[in-house]
Each structure stands twice: as structure tokens, then as C-alpha cells.
């Protein structure tokens, strides 16, 4: 049986939004989404308050991750990830 990747969602309909972007550029990865799915982009009082508001980077834990459960999480998505950054190129 061949794998189609987009036999469920084209790659057109798909928009990918790294974090690392978002984080730094907010305002242009923002207007890339409002682009992509065809919707006005906000006035700039729309965006003043947009950009005002906090972004979450990280999760509320408090204690780092163990290396031994990063190391854990990192084998079992290696496969997935790889295959992800095939598709994204």
C-alpha cells in the first residue's frame, strides 16, 4: 500500500508556523496566518492590543525535565520528526 501524504489534507491547505518565529517575529508570523486562511489583517489598533498581551513560551512546570525522560521523548518522536522535516523540506 503506498502512503499519500496529502491524501487527507493537500499540502496547499496546510500552513506551518514554527514556534521559534512566532516567538521573535510575532507580528509578520500572525499576518502570514491571517493571509493564509483570507481574513483582513487587523487595523493597528487591533494589532497594539494583540501584540500587547503576554505569550506563553513555556509550560507553568517549575522543575526541569529529567534527562532521562528527554532522552525517552526524543527516541520515540525521532521517527516523526524526521518525517515532519521531509514534508516541511
Not at 494583540?50 to 507553568?60: C, D, I, S, T, Y
Request: charged share 25%; glycine share 4%; net charge negative.
Amino acid at each position: 500500500m503506498t502512503h499519500r501524504n496529502d491524501r487527507y489534507f493537500p499540502k496547499e491547505q496546510l500552513l506551518v508556523v514554527r514556534s521559534e518565529g512566532y516567538y521573535t517575529q510575532q507580528k509578520s508570523s500572525l499576518a502570514t496566518v491571517f493571509d493564509f486562511v483570507g481574513v483582513e489583517p487587523p487595523t493597528d489598533d487591533q494589532w497594539k492590543q494583540m501584540l500587547a498581551q503576554p505569550v506563553a513560551k513555556e509550560g507553568r512546570h517549575t522543575d526541569a525535565m529529567l534527562p532521562e525522560t528527554r532522552q525517552m521523548l526524543n527516541a520515540f518522536y525521532a521517527p516523526y520528526t524526521a518525517r515532519l522535516d521531509a514534508l516541511l523540506g
